[in-house]
């Protein structure tokens, strides 16, 4: 082998060590996360349970984060949590209809309680709800209405 060959394989070895080095810090030097806590009422009670869901909008780039609600709080972890910009809220929350229903791959004839999603579109799939996320560690408190049942 002459001296060039030698060269070529010792580039591409320091190459690859390189890249490898690189990627293994890349997720900690990845976009800054913030926090996010808050509470989520209904008609002036607590969510009982749910979910909450925030998605980059309006050029923020950065993985959609969310956690769960309990009692009308939550905690999205700054690991975890969104990145610094806009983000479209989504929240849902689900109960019980009482009625019974088969549930596919459990076993013919088992039955399991349904539940329903009860919030109006509005909050989740067709929501207009921003947070624009500024800070490490942030606060977001929503209230919000059922729309009154048809008589």
């Not at 001296?3 to 320091?14: E, F, I, K, Q, Y």
């Not at 996360?33 to 607590?46: E, L």
């Not at 009692?71 to 999205?76: A, K, L, N, S, T």
């Amino acid at each position: 082998m002459n001296g060039r060959g030698s060269l070529n394989v010792n580039a591409t070895r320091w190459l690859l060590v390189g890249i490898v080095c690189f990627a293994g810090c890349s997720a900690e030097n990845g976009p800054a996360r913030s926090r996010v806590v808050g509470r989520v009422n209904v008609d002036g009670h607590p969510l009982p349970s749910g979910m909450i869901r925030l998605t980059p909008i309006e050029g923020t780039r950065g993985p959609t984060a969310g956690a769960s609600i309990a009692e009308g709080m939550f905690v999205v972890r700054q690991d975890r949590g969104p990145v610094r910009g806009k983000h479209r809220v989504e929240i849902r929350a689900y109960r019980q209809t009482g009625r019974k229903v088969a549930e596919p791959g459990l076993g013919e004839g088992v039955l399991v309680d349904e539940t329903e999603q009860y919030l109006p579109a509005h909050y989740n799939d067709e929501s207009t709800l921003v947070l624009d996320v500024r800070e490490r560690s942030q606060t977001f408190d929503v209230d919000l209405t059922l729309e009154p049942s048809a008589p």
